[in-house]
């Protein structure tokens, strides 16, 4: 087993990114709720983080970790709430702050701590609080200030015990990869975790879990249900089966491509083509919120047909992954997932319990993972698709001929992107499949065909984009390869838009 260092939960809503900014350290850290002394003392952690939470220290129900953490001799920092906690445990005062505090604000340190080796005297942290430490502890002396939260930091370095009223998880607190990086080595930590190494302790994990057990896996091509499967399959090899619904709406050769990357793994791996069902489904339907309901509920009613066939697995894997547990708030991220992936979870599929090997990890994290796993890098590298595919970029009805048509405009545009070079600058992009026709003239003749979109989209989060100004020949290349060599196109567009007011996709 890896050092590790433990987070203690207490609810705040950047508690994983403090697990991911430990790993990044290359140094395992667990994210845990709740533990009793013993537990924690069974994890043998190297250093303890205490996280922000919603909280008031002296509130009814308030969580607080077992004073005697702070007796392990092992390095705690604590961190918003967690610094609180530190406070009011060891004999400090917390109350509300006259002022609170939330965004932006600068932080300037006092005298010299080993927690702030390296940060400049004088820089900008991300607070969020309402509450603040009015008195340290006895022993403890207070390391940074801001205007209105005198102890915006304190410690009692003889104990190794640090805490700070802001949050140097996210990244708008500028030196807070730095602050982590002196916890780590004030953790002494060797630093020698790698992905690798969390690859091999899960699959052990699993492996002792389900034992002989049957899982099951709906596998969408996508990276996280890809990499979630392939982990699983490492773990209990033929007791998996991965059922790949083909519902005819993916990107050019995409379902030959994960046949054949899941070809190389020992699990079962049943593939249905089931584009001929969708498309009889979607026959006549234009309206966008039907079709993405018809394409959601047809992948469950083709997983269930299978699943019918294998009879009652013990375990059903998801390829969750944290933004979708941040999304769906803790503890419902399956049911989220699902819905956002292939529709909701088959209420019919006997199980007894859900798998979610990647719950801890962040999306870059997942692709680290697969390549450890031995997943081909189209794979891993693969941009975000809709679960609906193709579907929601076609505007209007879902024909063969129109998936046909968006399928090779759509290679024809990707090939030309990662040709220039310019893919991994891009969070996104696609060709859709406009409604619209209009005339055009090729060779003597007249012609009225469809008009393709160009999308290509930058983004940290999804939730908001803007267009990427690419170079105007990848543009026209593309646009001309695309008239010339897709039968049934004469025009190609390029979508400036912003999301907001636009959306990513186009339906
Ligand atoms: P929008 O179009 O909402 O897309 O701006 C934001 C991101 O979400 C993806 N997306 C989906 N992913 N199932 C998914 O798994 C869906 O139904 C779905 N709809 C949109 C989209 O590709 C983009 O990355």
Request: some cysteine.
């Amino acid at each position: 087993m890896s050092e590790m260092i433990l987070v203690l939960d207490f609810g705040g809503q950047y508690n994983q990114l403090i697990a991911r900014r430990v790993r990044e350290n290359n140094v395992y850290c667990e994210v845990h709720t709740g533990l009793d002394l013993e537990r924690i003392r069974a994890l043998q952690p190297v250093g303890i983080i205490l996280t922000g939470g919603p909280r008031s220290v002296y509130g009814e129900d308030a969580l607080l970790p077992p004073t005697e953490i702070f007796e392990l001799n092992v390095p705690v920092l604590g961190i918003c709430y967690g610094a609180q906690a530190m406070a009011k445990l060891l004999g400090g005062t917390v109350k509300p702050a006259q002022v609170s505090e939330y965004g932006k604000t600068q932080v300037e340190l006092v005298g010299a701590s080993k927690l702030f080796a390296g940060v400049e005297k004088k820089s900008v942290a991300w607070m969020s609080h309402t509450d603040r430490i009015f008195d340290v502890p006895e022993n403890f002396s207070v390391t940074a200030s801001t205007v209105n939260c005198p102890v915006a930091a304190m410690e009692d370095a003889a104990k190794n015990l640090y805490a700070v009223q802001f949050h140097p998880e996210v990244l708008h607190t500028v030196e807070g990869k730095k602050i982590f990086a002196n916890f780590v080595d004030i953790c002494g930590c060797k630093r020698d975790w790698r992905m690798s190494s969390f690859v091999a302790e899960s699959v052990n994990r699993l492996r002792e879990k389900i034992g002989g057990g049957k899982g099951l896996c709906a596998l969408s091509g996508g990276v996280d249900s890809s990499v979630a499967a392939v982990m699983l399959s490492h773990a209990v090899g033929k007791n998996l089966t991965c059922v790949f619904v083909d519902h005819g709406l993916l990107r050019k050769n995409e379902a030959a491509e994960v046949e054949a990357a899941f070809s190389k793994f020992d699990l079962n791996f049943v593939k249905i083509d089931a584009g001929e069902r969708f498309l009889t489904k979607l026959r006549g339907v234009t309206e966008p919120e039907r079709k993405r309901k018809i394409i959601g509920e047809e992948f469950i009613r083709v997983f269930e047909d299978v699943a019918k066939k294998i009879g009652a697995v013990d375990y059903l894997v998801q390829g969750t992954i944290y933004p979708d547990v941040i999304e769906s708030g803790l503890g419902k991220s399956a049911v989220i997932k699902s819905h956002h992936n292939v529709g909701g979870l088959p209420d019919f599929v006997d199980f007894k319990e859900i798998v979610e090997p990647l719950r801890l990890l962040f999306k870059d994290e997942v692709r680290q993972a697969g390549r450890e796993l031995g997943l081909p890098e189209t794979l891993v590298s693969r941009q975000p698709f809709p679960g609906p595919g193709l579907g929601i970029r076609i505007i209007g009805e879902v024909t063969a001929q129109k998936v046909s048509i968006v399928q090779e405009a759509d290679a024809i545009y990707r090939e030309e992107i990662s040709r220039a070079g310019v893919d991994k600058n891009l969070s996104q992009y696609f060709a859709a499949l406009t409604n619209m026709r209009s005339v055009g003239v090729m060779g003597d003749g007249r012609t009225y065909d469809f008009a393709i979109a160009l999308r290509a989209v930058l983004t940290d989060d999804f939730m908001t984009a803007e267009a990427a100004q690419l170079p105007w020949d990848v543009l026209s290349r593309a646009a001309n390869r695309i008239v010339n060599e897709v039968k049934g196109v004469n025009r190609v567009l390029y979508d400036c838009t912003t999301k907001p007011p636009a959306t990513i996709e186009f339906e």
